[in-house]
């Protein structure tokens, strides 16, 4: 499984913020009702992806607290402004 619980978290919060925005759209008062249109169309996608990450996110952590996955630590290991990485060119 590619996903983890940060990388899941990352977009819901991508996807709440996208559909705040999408929800201001259709409030305006100075566009047309095409664009409140196309707008609630998007609100629709993007309410049913953001609660597929929901779900899928929830399934995790179900699965992490019933030991059927377990969560992998990714360390970051960085090499700039660190000298013992710099490589002296002559």
């Given amino acids: 499984m590619a996903e983890t ?6 977009k819901i919060l991508i996807a709440e913020l996208k559909i705040f925005h999408t929800q201001e759209q259709i409030e305006r008062k100075d566009v047309d009702d095409s664009h409140r249109e196309l707008c609630q169309k998007r609100l629709q996608v993007l309410q049913t992806q953001r609660n597929d990450l929901k779900q899928e996110l929830h399934q995790l952590w179900e699965d992490v607290l019933e030991g059927k996955v377990k969560l992998k630590v990714y360390r970051q290991y960085k090499m700039y402004n660190d000298p013992r990485f710099k490589i002296n060119k002559k």
């Fill in 5 to 10: 619980i940060g990388w899941l978290t990352d």
